[in-house]
C-alpha cells in the first residue's frame, strides 16, 4: 500500500512540474516573480499530496527568526523534500545550486532567469566570488538565501563536510546567517522511491553572530548539524 501511495505522490510531483515548467517556459520565463510564484504553487500542490497519499506533514519551528529583510539560510540536506520545504516557507527565496542542474530539462532552464544562484564547482575563488556577488544582490533585493553548506543530500545519522562557499558567503555579506536544521530523510531518504508516513521537523535557528572565523563557522554549523 505504501507503495502505491508513493506511487501516486510522485505522479503528482513530477506531473504538476512538468505542466507548470512548460507554463513558464512559453509564458513566464522572462518574469522572475511569475517563475517563482509558480513554483510556489508547485510546492503547494506537491506537500498536498505528499501529506495526502503518504502521511507525511511538517512542523517548523523558528518561523520568528526569521528578519523582515533579506537574510541567508544555511540548510542541512537530508532529502529532496527539503528543495519543496524551503520553496514553500519562504517568501522569496534564491537557492544556491550547482549548476549542473540546468541541463535539467524543463526545470533547469528556468532556475536562474527565476533568480537562483548557479555555482561552477571547479571554478575555484573566481566561482565563489560571482557566487558571494550574487548573494549580495539577492539580499539586497530582500530575498532569502538559501545555501546547502553540505553541497549534497545527507543520510540521516550520517557525519557530512561542510563546504567552505558557506564560510565565504558568510565572510562576505553582512547579512543575517540563519543555521537551519531536518530530519527529512527519515521520511523521504536520498535515493527511496517510496515515502514513510510521519512528521518532519524543521528548525529555524537564531542567527549566528558575525565575526566568526571560517573554523569556527563551520565548528557551529557541524554542532547543529550533526550533535
Given at each position: 500500500?505504501?507503495?502505491?501511495r ?9 506531473g ?20 517563482l ?12 499530496a505528499l ?8 512542523e ?19 532529502s ?9 516557507l ?12 540546468k ?5 533547469g ?7 537562483m ?6 571554478g575555484?575563488r573566481k ?36 563546504r ?8 562576505g555579506?553582512?547579512?543575517p546567517?540563519?543555521?537551519a ?14 515515502k514513510?508516513?510521519g ?17 569556527e ?7 547543529l548539524?550533526?550533535?
Amino acid at each position: 500500500m505504501h507503495h502505491v501511495r508513493s506511487f501516486a505522490f510522485n505522479a503528482v510531483l513530477w506531473g504538476a512540474g512538468a505542466v507548470l515548467s512548460i507554463w513558464c517556459t512559453l509564458f513566464g520565463r522572462h518574469f522572475r516573480n511569475g517563475i517563482l510564484r509558480t513554483a510556489q504553487l508547485w510546492t503547494r500542490i506537491s506537500l498536498w499530496a505528499l501529506r495526502s497519499f503518504c502521511g507525511v506533514s511538517l512542523e517548523v519551528r523558528g518561523l520568528e527568526n526569521l528578519p523582515a529583510e533579506g537574510c541567508v539560510i544555511a540548510a542541512q540536506h537530508q532529502s529532496a523534500l527539503d528543495i519543496l520545504l524551503w520553496i514553500s516557507l519562504l517568501p522569496a527565496p534564491a537557492f544556491v545550486f550547482k549548476k549542473e542542474l540546468k541541463r535539467i530539462p524543463l526545470f533547469g532552464a528556468l532556475l536562474e532567469p527565476s533568480g537562483m544562484i548557479s555555482v561552477d564547482r571547479s571554478g575555484g575563488r573566481k566561482a565563489l566570488r560571482d557566487m558571494v556577488e550574487r548573494a549580495h544582490q539577492a539580499v539586497a533585493a530582500g530575498r532569502q538565501v538559501v545555501i546547502f553548506p553540505e553541497g549534497t543530500r545527507v543520510a540521516p545519522g550520517v557525519r557530512g563536510e561542510l563546504r567552505h562557499g558557506i564560510a565565504a558567503m558568510a565572510q562576505g555579506l553582512s547579512a543575517p546567517l540563519l543555521p537551519a536544521t531536518t530530519d527529512s530523510g527519515l521520511r523521504w531518504g536520498r535515493k527511496s522511491f517510496q515515502k514513510s508516513p510521519g512528521q518532519v521537523h524543521i528548525t529555524i535557528h537564531p542567527a549566528i553572530l558575525p565575526g566568526l572565523s571560517r573554523e569556527e563557522l563551520l565548528a557551529t554549523l557541524t554542532a547543529l548539524f550533526y550533535g
